[in-house]
């Protein structure tokens, strides 16, 4: 069964390094998201981008924060100056538009970052 | 705006016994839907079930079954015949039928399963 994949599965960062978080979509979807979780909190929306773009984004994906689809596969989040408080789990997620299709976001293991 | 509320922080039962999660929502939309998901110790987002916001009959997958109650926003989620790998954070979920709509999650119920 196709899944989400991301890289890495842990990612240790001083404060204020830039950090890219990688994913690589399931490949016929179109829709990707990232999500964040603190630990011990809930799910966070931060992102979603459709047609090389984003489509809508949480107050939390500041000006820190840009989202990527390089080369038609991999989705990238970067974070260009970590605070200690972007220490948490990263997911991303994608789903179909087939009219077939379930709208299942399907979810990737997630990044565990933790920044220093 | 859209909320997920899920009153239960943690909550326990004995193996093999039935124990239901609850979860209210609120939103002004009529056609959406619904999660619980799963997240074990390693963190991954387990999808357990969904429900149709347009579909009555209540959502059923194994030992896993919802009560969708639409005019009251209610859905719970139970679980049948608990097994020690139910052991997990549940999060009950909400999202528009829209494509690119994004989930909202609930602050999650950690079950526990006693031997």
């Known amino acids: 069964e196709p899944e989400v994949t991301q890289t890495p599965s842990h990612q240790v960062t001083q404060m204020g390094q830039e950090v890219i978080l990688r994913c690589v979509p399931i490949s016929n979807h179109l829709y990707f998201y990232w999500y964040r979780q603190i630990l011990g909190q809930k799910v966070e929306f931060l992102v979603s981008?459709?047609?090389?773009?984003?489509?809508?984004k949480s107050e939390i994906f500041d000006d820190q924060f840009s989202v990527e689809r390089p080369d038609g596969s991999n989705f990238t989040l970067k974070i260009r100056s970590t605070k200690l408080e972007d220490s948490a789990m990263y997911f991303c997620?994608?789903?179909?538009?087939?009219?077939?299709?379930?709208?299942?976001?399907?979810f990737g293991p997630g990044t565990r970052l933790t920044v220093l | 705006a859209q909320t997920v509320t899920q009153s239960q922080p943690e909550m326990s039962v004995q193996e093999a016994e039935t124990v239901t999660l609850s979860c209210t929502y609120d939103t002004s939309e009529s056609d959406y839907y619904l999660f619980w998901y799963k997240q074990p110790p390693s963190r991954q987002m387990i999808l357990v079930i969904r429900q149709e916001a347009y579909k009555q009959q209540n959502a059923t997958e194994n030992r896993f079954s919802v009560n969708f109650q639409k005019a009251a926003k209610s859905f719970s989620l139970k679980i049948s015949d608990s097994q020690l790998g139910d052991a997990a954070m549940y999060f009950c979920?909400?999202?528009?039928?829209?494509?690119?709509?994004?989930?909202?999650f609930g602050k999650g119920t950690r079950l526990h399963i006693l031997p």
């Open positions: 997620a994608s789903t179909s538009v087939s009219r077939s299709s379930t709208d299942t976001q399907y």
């Open positions: 981008f459709y047609n090389n773009e984003i489509s809508e």
């Open positions: 979920a909400y999202r528009l039928r829209n494509r690119d709509d994004k989930i909202i």
